[in-house]
């Protein structure tokens, strides 16, 4: 059996055969060499088994471990050491017959979880499987290497992202850079991990991401170090058994070859050919991606840490963190001022949390909130199938399952509606695993067994069940903390630690020594949940719960979260509801979504799907209504949104925004930190509202929003706080409140600015009128002079609405004649209503955000982090109009942008109608004269054009600047799902180009 592998040439002592009822050692891995690269020395044997030298019980570098006696196991009579091995279909019948005690049942925190490490001995369906030794502890010896005294960043944790952070640190050039890992490198959650690479999810962000670590563990380390990472390209296979998914396959394609990536979509006879052992005859179709792969974790991070190392890092090991210094700076910012380990200090300004599972814990050493949980996450290794070999690795996404290569077997998980939560995550857990829970796993079984049918009568070689950390929406948990300063997350990556890591390894060290991350990061920023929600554990567990159970599940463009809901509520959610609104959930809050015409759809109490012996909620409007929504083509609500958006354009609609982020920016120096934070000249008379973005140094959009200047005022009312020097009110789009808030933060930090921002987003609401009677309507309601000449475009007044005193603001979000009215809370009701009453005889609708959408596409007007993102520059996006370049004053991202200007723009943003009536929603590709010059960012109907709309960048495939001639120049074509549309590009918006209705003319 040992034949020619050369082990004990290499000074490895095997063991003899393991006796029968016994295993040495079972494991994952699909190459058959030996690995003998420090610290991470084993051998890997075809099939993944990894062997100790001779012991029966001991601790390598790949954990404690020790020889199971299977003779002692309670074993079903067919399982028992002598019996025949046991197939995936012995399993999940043998599972099945057992008495149904699910650790699960309930919804109590014990219910819902495992509290220790690996439990005793129990029955398990198979011989074969691993185990961790009795002592889990930390290796009792000291670190590796010794501290250094000082450091300029600290890396905690030697996983995936902790590797890849420190290998990127140190080739951009940082210095004194410092990993330190609790036990070995890997250890924890990234040993055990399937190392799936798969390059097209529906993010363009992701698919780069993607494509930096495949170059990365493919090419790059191999070229710096000469050691091979253990990358095997075997390519990726997403099976397709109904219409829809097959669709959301069409769409990744369309969106790779933006990104040049290759993929084919087969029929279900190509899929045999190329599948030979494939049950085919439920498919629609599979997408083929010929160059996604397998990854090793062990030789990947080893030979991360060995290129880190010739770059300068050091990487000590066996050295736990036991707590994290801060101080406090003159103006009161808490900052990063050390790390404590159990052998010594290290003082440094930096750290970065990527300790994995563990992160919550290093998190609370510095005050830090990181909402993420542990779950039991599996898969089983089978024996040798012949014919498997060179097979891609298989993601059956209806089924919930993938098929991993191992070698000459597979290794078959997925993600289940009840995974097993950790709830007290052990400090000791170093290379352990847990027992596997046959009856939360059998459910993949079927759906394996369907797809390959030789596994019927496959045995199982092994289990891996081991932790792993999932976060709120199934995304990594990325970047400064908001509460300390020089303290970075690199956490929560929900098992795709090792495909992310090398592209979001690159992008937290840019962040780390830049500020701020090259690539429009948002989607992983920790920054994208409010505080309120980040230490709010029901709000963490269900909405935890939800991304994993549906990490499978297509990913539709309207689709909604059922768990975590109700968290932040508006004055008008009541009186909403009553009139049938159909809620989305942004940032914690309900916000309006659209209008039902059958009466109310509340959100319910989050039933977990009905695991963990939870009732299921029957009759569910609301679930009903999304169900009915999960569709690629116009959704069946089309018509109702439409009708919504139409009495906008005709008459008049109103829309409650009371989710929006209400700041104030107050102070002495309150004048100079908005000139340096705002590219649009702000700093006007107090009465004027400036549309405006903030940049970022590389000129970058971090936001844009609209800013009121104050007039000063020594006694503050609910409208305005008391203050002196200047003032100005900031509102911003409310699912990124948090984000602005921290930008603006880190700003007057960074410039000791001496003023204040203050939060009044929960104490006043906001309701915008919009539409041609919108003047009529308001005019019966406040008490003021509503004529151009008194109240003109972009200007605001406090004034008195049915008696209640409110801030009146002449702007629109939807290209019409409108003002928005920021409400106290206790008087938002009255308001509302006053309003609906005068526009009864006018037309007057409740309209929600899905018409906010269609409305503001078919103007033009941006949307941030859809066709506006931080790696958007003003000048590339057409927002040329917001920055102050003709002025003198400086302001942050302004010598960016100059030079960007000077060189001429290497990509633009351009407008496009499809003449066919197709839905689009964003990642489509861009043709231009038969190249694809770029992807859709957004897309929607117009339905005063009645055209399909969608705004995407372009550049030139030659490398050169793109000119307003070259955008008129081409012959354009937009590819939705495999299938390409004739395209007209626009210069200007399609809908009033000359912006004569938000001036009143009609």
């Known amino acids: 059996m040992w034949a020619g592998l050369g082990l004990a040439r290499a000074g490895w002592d095997l063991p003899l055969p393991v006796a029968a009822g016994t295993i040495q050692l079972g494991g994952e891995g699909a190459r058959g060499s030996l690995w003998r690269q420090q610290p991470l020395r084993w051998a890997q044997l075809e099939g993944g088994e990894r062997l100790l030298p001779r012991a029966d019980q001991g601790t390598t570098s790949g954990g404690s471990w020790k020889t199971v006696d299977l003779q002692a196991l309670k074993l079903p009579a067919v399982l028992r050491p ?19 005690q699910s650790p699960t049942r309930g919804l109590g925190p014990c219910n819902l979880s495992s509290t220790s490490g690996p439990t005793a001995e129990k029955s398990v369906p198979h011989q074969r499987t691993l185990k961790e030794g009795q002592s889990t502890s930390v ?104 219409r829809q998914r097959l669709d959301e396959y069409k769409r990744l394609m369309s969106l790779g070859k933006a990104y040049g ?32 792969g397998t990854m090793d974790p062990a030789g990947t991070c080893s030979t991360l840490a060995r290129a880190a190392s010739a770059r300068g ?52 050493m510095a005050g830090v909130k990181v909402p993420l949980v542990a779950m039991h996450h599996a898969y089983v290794v089978t024996e040798r199938i012949e014919g498997i070999q060179n097979m891609p690795n298989v993601r059956d996404h209806d089924a919930s399952v993938y098929l991993r290569l191992q070698g000459d077997a597979l290794s078959v998980g997925g993600y ?8 007290e995550v052990s400090d000791k857990f170093a290379f352990g695993l847990f027992d596997l829970d046959w009856e939360v796993f059998t459910q993949h079984i079927a759906g394996a067994i369907n797809r390959v049918p030789v596994l019927e009568k496959t045995g199982i070689k092994s289990t891996v069940c081991g932790p792993e950390s999932f976060t709120p929406d199934h995304k990594p948990l990325m970047g400064e903390a908001p509460e300390l300063r020089g303290f970075f997350l690199g956490c929560g990556f929900n098992s795709a630690g090792m495909m992310l890591g090398g592209g979001c390894g690159q992008e937290l060290a840019h962040w780390i020594i830049h500020g701020r991350p090259e690539k429009d990061m948002h989607g992983y920023d920790i920054r994208r949940f409010h505080h309120s929600l980040t230490d709010h554990p029901r709000w ?33 959610h009541e009186e909403l509801l009553g009139q049938g609104c159909v809620f989305q959930e942004r940032h914690g809050w309900e916000r309006p979504g659209w209008f039902h015409p059958q009466g109310p759809a509340p959100v319910l109490e989050y039933d977990y799907y009905g695991a ?71 700093s006007r008379p107090p009465g004027s509202t400036v549309y405006t973005c903030m940049l970022n140094h590389r000129g970058g959009t971090e936001s844009d929003l609209t800013v009121s200047r104050l007039a000063p005022s020594h006694q503050a009312s609910p409208l305005a706080p008391a203050f002196e020097g200047d003032g100005y009110y900031l509102a911003v789009g409310g699912a990124v409140a948090q984000h602005n808030w921290s930008h603006i933060t880190t700003v007057l930090q960074d410039q000791k600015f001496q003023c204040q921002l203050i939060d009044s987003s929960e104490d006043l609401g906001m309701v915008s009128i919009q539409g041609p009677a919108s003047r009529a309507i308001l005019q019966e309601v406040l008490d003021a002079d509503l004529s151009n000449e008194a109240f003109p475009f972009s200007t605001h007044k406090l004034l008195r609405a049915a008696g209640h005193l409110v801030r009146a603001m002449r702007l629109s979000f939807v290209g019409e004649l409108g003002w928005e009215l920021h409400i106290p809370k206790v008087s938002c009701i009255p308001v509302y209503r006053a309003v609906m009453a005068a526009g009864a005889k006018h037309g007057l609708v409740n309209a929600g955000y899905r018409a906010i959408d269609s409305l503001s596409t078919e103007k033009g007007y941006r949307h941030w982090h859809a066709d506006l993102r931080s790696d958007d520059s003003p000048l590339e996006a057409g927002l040329a109009f917001t920055c102050k370049l003709k002025s003198p004053v400086p302001f942050l991202g302004r010598e960016a942008l100059e030079q960007q200007r000077a060189a001429g723009l290497r990509r633009r943003l351009v407008c496009f ?89 009609y």
């Open 82 to 100: 002598g019996a025949p091995m046991a197939s995936l279909s012995r399993a999940l019948r043998v599972a099945a017959a057992r008495p149904r």
């Open 612 to 682: 963990y012996g939870s009732r299921t909620h029957e009759d569910y409007a609301y679930r009903r209504l999304l169900a009915e929504e999960y569709t690629f083509d116009f959704p069946p609500h089309h018509e109702t949104i439409k009708k919504e958006c139409l009495a906008c354009r005709g008459a008049a609609a109103v829309f409650d925004m009371s989710y929006f982020g209400k700041f104030y920016l107050v102070g002495l120096d309150a004048r100079k930190a908005a000139d340096w934070l705002f590219s649009a000249d702000v």
């Open 261 to 292: 990536v290759e993929s084919h979509v087969l029929s279900p006879a190509e899929t045999k050919t190329l599948y030979p052992l494939m049950n085919v005859d439920d498919l629609y179709g599979t997408l083929y991606v010929p160059h996604d």
């Open 416 to 423: 289940e509606a009840n995974p097993i939560f950790w709830e």
């Open 913 to 1001: 109608t499809v003449e066919d009536k197709v839905p689009m929603f964003g990642l489509e590709a861009i043709w231009r004269n038969g190249q694809v010059v770029g992807h859709v960012r957004r897309a929607d109907f117009g339905f005063a054009i009645d055209k399909t709309i969608a705004y995407g960048y372009i550049h030139d495939p030659s490398g050169g600047p793109v000119s307003l001639d070259f955008v008129k120049s081409g012959d354009y074509a937009l590819e939705r799902m495999g299938v390409t549309y004739g395209a007209r590009a626009h210069l200007k918006s399609p809908f009033d180009p000359d912006n004569k209705r938000v001036k009143g003319t």
């Open 313 to 364: 890092a050091q990487v000590i090991e066996n050295c736990p963190v036991t707590g994290i210094r801060v101080w406090t700076d003159d103006f009161g910012v808490r900052r990063v001022a050390g790390v404590e380990t159990q052998h010594g200090s290290i003082q440094t300004p930096c750290v970065v949390n990527c300790a994995g599972v563990w992160a919550s814990a290093v998190g609370r």
């Open 139 to 242: 290796v009792a010896q000291g670190p590796s290497r010794p501290l250094p005294s000082t450091a300029n960043v600290v890396v905690i944790g030697g996983g995936s992202l902790g590797c890849q952070t420190l290998y990127h640190l140190a080739k951009l050039g940082m210095s004194g850079a410092v990993l330190l890992e609790r036990e070995r490198l890997t250890s924890g959650t990234t040993w055990h991990t399937a190392g799936l690479l798969w390059q097209l999810r529906p993010s363009d962000v992701e698919v780069e991401l993607l494509a930096h670590t495949r170059r990365v563990v493919s090419r790059e380390l191999e070229e710096e170090t000469g050691l091979h990472t253990g990358w095997i390209q075997n390519g990726g296979l997403f099976i397709a058994s109904n």
């Open 540 to 572: 963490i567990r269900e909405r935890s719960h939800e991304s994993y159970a549906k990490n499978y599940s297509v990913v539709f463009p309207h689709d909604e979260p059922l768990a975590g809901r109700n968290m932040r509520r508006d004055p008008l």
